[in-house]
């Protein structure tokens, strides 16, 4: 069979972020940070996937502005766009076309399967088609610049393994042309609602989140205001105090490891624990803090890092989608 893939523009790493809002600390600590640091070994390209954000039908606006606002967090936090592609999914239509080739080999069953989708009411006929769908335009982000590394957490490994169902169906139908892709499987931590350590972090409920543009004040507000143990003697740390400490290990590992000591001889008092962790969690965020507010300031250089970003993804998608439409017989 003929590699159709052979000698064809690719990225070492694909990975891809809604434009929902302002980045907290579960964005920053669960992808940012691993993906300024993936930037230093692979060829990245990150892309803010404005489509996806669709199915949750936002206002116009509000879209618009949202995805202006990550790009400038995503800078601010640390890519480089002289180091990695950075550019907005809408501004490739070669997603939208690798997609539609993909839904015609997808079957209704193996979307129907997903559990994001059965989470987000699946059983009823009011979900928009693009909740069932948006696991395949997932694969035709990740397939279409040669990725073999994709960052994803545990609730995304059922979606990768769609893609790789889809690749492989691709190419025993019309011919090899895509790649195995595998989870990129970093060690980062789970971030949990400050409020609420049941539930992950998430700015649908602010008062347990913290935002790396937050004013010093709120972030060591809302540490204070933390929720701990309830007094229970308890043989594991339990999930509350583990989230708490995780930060801390995320913001500087001497002083997780004085607090971890301090918990092991049971001499750790946990409003010494939001202390510490108030102090690193301001002494890290102030230096992105301070690059978002240098960044607000040179919009029209945000532009054109995204113009560049789109010219150099479909650079590397174009070839592909173009090979695709040739096996598929559109061209």
């Known amino acids: ?12 790493v694909l990975s891809g972020i809604q434009p929902t809002g302002n980045l907290h600390l579960g964005n920053l600590f669960g992808a940012i940070t691993n993906w300024v640091d993936l930037q230093n ?14 199915t949750t039908v936002p206002d116009a ?27 907005v999914q809408s501004d490739v239509p070669e997603h939208l076309e690798l997609y539609w080739i993909f839904a015609s080999l997808t079957r209704y069953g193996e979307l129907a399967r997903m559990t994001q989708f ?9 979900v928009g088609l693009g909740v069932l769908n948006y696991p395949v335009l997932q694969a035709a982000d990740i397939l279409l610049y040669g990725a073999s590394k994709v960052p994803v957490g545990e609730d995304q490994l059922q979606h990768l393994e769609l893609t790789r169902e889809i690749l492989r169906r691709f190419n025993k139908t019309h011919g090899f042309l895509f790649e195995e892709v595998q989870a990129l499987t970093t060690k980062v931590p789970r971030i949990l609602d400050l409020k609420n350590p049941s539930a992950k972090m998430s700015k649908s409920h ?9 004013e ?26 583990e989230n708490l ?20 001889s049971q001499n750790l008092r946990y409003g010494d624990l939001k202390v510490s962790l108030g102090n690193e969690l301001c002494e890290y965020l102030k230096p992105i803090r301070e690059s978002k507010n240098e960044w607000l300031q040179k ?11 789109a010219k150099k993804a479909s650079s590397i998608a174009r070839p592909r989608v173009e090979i695709a439409r040739k096996l598929v017989g559109l061209g």
């Open 1 to 12: 069979m003929t590699n159709h893939s052979k000698n064809l523009p690719k990225t070492d």
């Open 41 to 54: 070994r692979y060829k990245c390209a990150f892309c803010v996937v404005d489509y996806h954000a669709l």
């Open 61 to 87: 606006q509000e879209l618009k502005a949202n995805t202006e606002s990550i790009v400038i967090d995503l800078l601010a936090c640390g890519i480089d766009p002289n180091r990695s592609i950075l550019f």
């Open 118 to 126: 059965k989470e987000k009411g699946g059983n009823r006929e009011t």
């Open 206 to 214: 602010p008062e347990g989140a913290v935002f790396i543009d937050d």
């Open 216 to 241: 010093e004040g709120i972030v060591r507000k809302k540490v204070k205001k933390a929720v701990t143990d309830t007094g229970d003697d308890q043989q594991e740390m339990s999930p509350s105090i």
């Open 245 to 264: 400490m995780g930060l801390l290990h995320a913001c500087n590992q001497d002083q997780y490891n004085l607090m971890l000591d301090a918990y092991n």
């Open 299 to 309: 919009k029209e250089e945000v532009r054109e890092i995204l113009f560049e970003g």
